[in-house]
């Protein structure tokens, strides 16, 4: 089996639809390569099929975030005659900050007034048993 790694940035929202029974995920990320005159930007065609294109994930596949996908690469040769890769999503991780317009997952929030936090040091024993 073969597996790419690579980390860049959604070209556009992802679109979630309906295939034979199955929900799939699809969205395009943008691949920089080379350095200087001789950078270029490689676009792969990603898709996450089941369960993982069902949850909430693609609320956070928004145009500009940055990913790291994973998965089975293929590439696919177009009507145009142009060839394409695609790449089977088996992980895919939010990387950076937060992109303009998507909620973040809710903060832990600090005890109420007049509570405090517990010191996590506190909470371990004085004495090591190793050295």
Sequence with gaps: MNV?????NLGQDCE???VG???VCNFSVAIKAGFGDKAQTVWLDCAIWGKKAEGGLPAYLKKGQQVAVSGELSTFEATS???????????VDLVGGKSEGVQQAPQATAP??????PDP???????I???
């Design 4 to 8: 790419l790694t690579a980390t860049g």
């Design 16 to 18: 979630v639809k309906q």
């Design 21 to 23: 029974g199955s929900t």
């Design 81 to 91: 005659g142009k060839t394409y890769l695609k790449l089977r999503c088996n992980d």
């Design 112 to 117: 109420a007034q007049g509570g405090s936090m």
């Design 121 to 127: 040091v506190d909470e371990f024993e004085d004495d």
């Design 129 to 131: 048993p190793f050295s």
